[in-house]
């Protein structure tokens, strides 16, 4: 599967992104999708991800703001980010896979490029 990622930004504190990870190659449905996110000078941490029959996940610091979805017949995984905060700014990746790795933890073994998500204070 390939992944593209968009729909980055600058926004002001407050406001609302929305970002899609647009599949190819594969129905993204068979896979595990995550967003993931990494600040300058920062690890990359995981944000969200949803999984084969639409059950999801998000960070603590993310929980209550961001929403993960799926439109099947786009083929795209959605992220919906209100009540934005400057701490949100990095740059944000999809991310998919369909197996675990020998501790139960979802292995993302296909990456999309970054996308550029700013929020000024």
């Known amino acids: 599967v390939q992944l593209q990622a968009s729909g980055g930004g600058l926004v002001q504190a407050g406001g609302s992104l929305t970002l899609s990870c647009a599949a190819s190659?594969?129905?993204?449905?068979?896979?595990?999708v995550g967003w993931f996110r990494q600040a300058p000078g920062k690890e990359r941490e995981f944000v969200a991800r949803i999984e084969r029959f639409g059950s999801s996940t998000y960070s603590d610091s993310v929980k209550g703001r961001f929403t993960i979805n799926r439109d099947n017949a786009k083929n795209t995984v959605y992220l919906q980010m209100n009540s934005l905060k400057p701490e949100d700014t990095a740059v944000y990746y999809c991310a998919a896979g369909n197996v675990r790795d020998r501790l139960g933890s979802w292995r993302y073994d296909y990456w999309g490029q970054g996308t550029q998500v700013t929020v000024s204070s």
């Open positions: 190659g594969s129905t993204v449905s068979s896979y595990t």
